[in-house]
């Protein structure tokens, strides 16, 4: 198993992405703080801020165009506070992939058990992995001091929730070096891609 990375050999585009008739959905799901929020803005604006801010929801449409392919993408963040559930529940209906990530930080080993456990059963429970939807499994905070055996645990998880992939991320790091544009690239050929 692994993600990464670039076109698929030999794989068409599904008949529904085809001349940017449906746009593709992804959205980041995982702990309070582990990074949701700051993935999505290295992504979008090149940027990292330092402060915390709890999201509760959020949506970000545009074009994209990757492999010749161009249509829209839409992201939706998500909150990690438990208060915010049921929003939640709405964010996920319809995606097409999830993004579901933990830290990798020393003192965050929780939240990969709960992007097994917590994350995943909600994403299970909720039918929103019916229709085919796919999930990476990403590893965030990477430039931070990580815990070990984190790869070993991860790929561990991934393979058990049965992710497409484990791909570990920074939001910190420059553009070229914390795997951010390999994640949101991989996330739209899950979509895009017959299986
Ligand atoms: N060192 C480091 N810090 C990060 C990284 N990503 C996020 N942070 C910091 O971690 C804190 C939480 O980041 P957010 O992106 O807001 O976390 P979130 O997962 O969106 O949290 P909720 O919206 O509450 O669910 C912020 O202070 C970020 O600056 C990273 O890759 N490296
Ligand atoms: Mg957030």
Redesign the pocket.
């Known amino acids: 198993m692994g993600a990464c990375c670039g076109k698929p050999e030999g794989k068409g585009i599904k008949a529904q992405f085809k001349n940017g008739s449906e746009g593709v959905y992804v959205c980041?799901i995982?702990?309070?703080?582990?990074?949701?929020?700051?993935?999505?803005?290295?992504h979008m604006n090149d940027e990292?801020?330092?402060?915390?801010?709890?999201?509760?929801f959020d949506d970000y449409q545009g074009p994209m165009e990757l492999d010749g392919w161009s249509g829209s993408i839409c992201l939706r963040?998500?909150?990690?506070?438990e208060a915010y559930d049921a929003i939640n529940a709405a964010s996920f209906k319809g995606c097409h992939v999830f993004l579901l990530?933990f830290?990798m930080?020393e003192g965050r080993e929780a939240s990969l058990q709960n992007a097994q456990n917590k994350w995943h059963k909600q994403l299970m429970d909720g039918g929103h992995l019916a229709n085919g939807a796919k999930i990476i499994l990403v590893g965030?905070?990477?430039?931070?001091e990580t815990y070990d055996g984190v790869d070993d645990k991860a790929l561990k998880a991934a393979e058990q929730i049965g992710a497409a992939g484990y791909m570990p991320?920074?939001?910190?790091?420059p553009l070229d070096q914390?795997g951010v544009p390999e994640l949101f690239n991989q996330a739209v050929r899950l979509a895009i891609y017959e299986d």
């Open positions: 980041v995982g702990d309070g703080g582990v990074g949701k929020t700051a993935l999505l803005q290295r990292f801020d330092a402060e915390y801010l709890p999201t509760i963040d998500t909150a990690g506070q990530c830290a930080r965030t905070q990477k430039d931070a991320t920074s939001a910190l790091m914390g």
